[in-house]
């Protein structure tokens, strides 16, 4: 389907060599415990690595095997996902299953969830698409600079001119030749004054474009796809006006990087980025449905679970694998791997309809977390919170340390929190944490030289949270 060169298609390949082990040990530098939902994650993206070193033949037949996670919130469920993705350099989004509505119900319909995979896609091949034309990017930017500040001279009873580039089959007399040299002079000696920075502040008139596009193009949606279709019509009301370009008068320093995006997409293929875009989509494409428990169970009519078995119902050739129109090109959905998330404290899995349970083969059980992990959280993790607060604080040249005792009160207070109100999971600690650093936060570039080295002890996280955690009541509402 797509015309790719295999340089590219080896790249990709490269970016996602990761043996299952490799990917699990990644994932514990960010997620603490939970050890079968990152293995059960970890074969499912090792399979699609081995799937694409697959004849073509048999490749077409293996499907990926969806995951659906159960566990409570704030265990990891979604983060696991979402690395996994950063991992392998794939489009990611995570949906969550309640803002979707049957077709024929106001709201957005499954297939938006295909759509704003592409976009995603779009946006990361654009960005190493655009890696590869910066530089050349950049020399044109500068040579339209330098054609402003110094205009090209024209040659007399021609149309030529001696700038750069400039072609005339009639010859040059010595005059003429010394001319033009002494303007690539010139031009080679602005060059180096403009790449020096001493120009930056010089204001020049340059032409601001505005998108170009062709006749736009309008999607048709199916019953209640509003929010798509109103998007759409924003975008071609857009195309349709202001198509012609502005001038404006601003610093070189400015005016470069206007000129350097113009020449950026300029360069860029957008037809060969689309391809590939919707080829990633397809091959390489994660949907993380959460909160799918709470579209679980059977409709008793009425009130706003009208739709809940229409959205599984809706949901089921997407997963099992539909083709969907796109303004881009169509979407195949086959080969996309679909993780689903959800408490389940109401409902069970077994409550989804059976055919889209079919189609969720691998289920794994997050654990709860315990005192202990709470800890290794705070101090285990490549960007615990610990390390986010002391990296913040230090901008205002406050040394904060976080000692042993601190960090294991801070993680009591957390899990006893949770226990005796609504179990949030990790998210508890942001709150904590965030409480017990407030006055800190707040004194932070006042504090005086002697004041600016603080210790986080048992004793100073007590202080600040002792009324709040006694408060029962207060603790559901602050905590």
Not at 430 to 447: C, G, K, Q, W, Y
Request: proline content about 4%; some cysteine; glycine content about 6%.
């Amino acid at each position: 389907m797509n015309e790719l060169t295999k340089p590219e298609h080896k790249q990709i390949e490269e970016e996602i060599e990761l043996t299952p082990r490799e990917i699990v040990n990644e994932l514990d530098l960010h997620i603490i415990g939970q050890k079968n939902a990152k293995r059960a994650v970890a074969i499912a993206l090792r399979n699609r690595t081995r799937r694409r070193k697959l004849d073509q033949s048999l490749r077409d037949e293996i499907y990926p095997k969806n995951i659906i996670m159960i566990g409570p919130t704030g265990v990891g469920k979604t983060e696991i996902a979402r690395r996994l993705a950063k991992l392998c350099q794939a489009p990611f989004i995570k949906v969550e299953a309640t803002k979707y509505t049957e077709v024929g119900y106001v709201g957005r319909d499954v297939e938006s969830m295909v759509r704003d995979l592409l976009n995603v896609s779009i946006s990361l091949v654009k960005q190493e698409f655009r890696i590869k034309v910066e530089l050349e990017a950049e020399k044109k930017a500068e040579d339209v600079i330098l054609e402003i500040l110094i205009p090209e001279v024209s040659r007399p009873d021609t149309s030529s001119s001696f700038g750069f580039g400039a072609s005339s089959d009639v010859p040059l007399s010595p005059e003429e030749e010394e001319r033009k040299k002494s303007y690539e002079t010139t031009k080679e000696l602005m060059r180096k004054k403009l790449n020096s920075g001493k120009l930056d502040e010089k204001e020049i008139e340059i032409d601001q474009a505005q998108p170009q596009a062709g006749l736009p193009m309008m999607q048709v949606f199916g019953a209640g796809n509003l929010e798509d279709m109103d998007n759409q019509i924003q975008s071609m009301l857009g195309e349709l006006t202001n198509k012609k370009p502005k001038k404006r008068k601003l610093p070189i320093s400015e005016a470069r990087e206007i000129l350097k995006e113009q020449e950026v997409e300029k360069l860029l293929d957008q037809d060969k980025i689309h391809r590939e875009a919707i080829r990633r989509a397809e091959e390489m494409g994660i949907i993380f449905i959460d909160e799918i428990d709470k579209v679980a169970g059977k409709d008793k009519g009425g009130g706003v679970d009208v739709s809940r078995e229409g959205v599984q119902r809706d949901l089921l050739p997407i997963v099992e694998g539909a083709t969907i129109t796109t303004r881009y090109g169509s979407v195949k959905t086959d080969h996309m791997l679909f993780i689903a998330a959800g408490a389940f404290h109401i409902s069970k899995p077994s409550d989804l309809i059976p055919e889209l349970q079919g189609r969720f083969p691998i289920r794994v059980e997050l654990e709860k977390l315990k005192l202990d992990d709470f800890v290794k959280i705070l101090t285990a993790t490549k960007s615990s919170l610990t390390k986010q607060y002391q990296a913040l604080l230090a901008v205002d040249g406050v040394e904060l340390n976080f000692l042993e005792d601190g960090i294991t009160e801070i993680a009591r207070i957390a899990f006893e929190v949770n226990e005796k109100n609504e179990n949030i999971g990790a998210r508890r600690l942001n709150t904590i944490v965030e409480r017990v650093l407030e006055d800190i936060s707040f004194d932070a570039p006042d504090l005086e030289p002697e004041q600016k080295k603080i210790n986080v002890t048992s004793e100073f996280v007590q202080s600040k949270l002792k009324d709040i955690v006694e408060d029962r009541d207060l603790t559901r509402y602050i905590l």
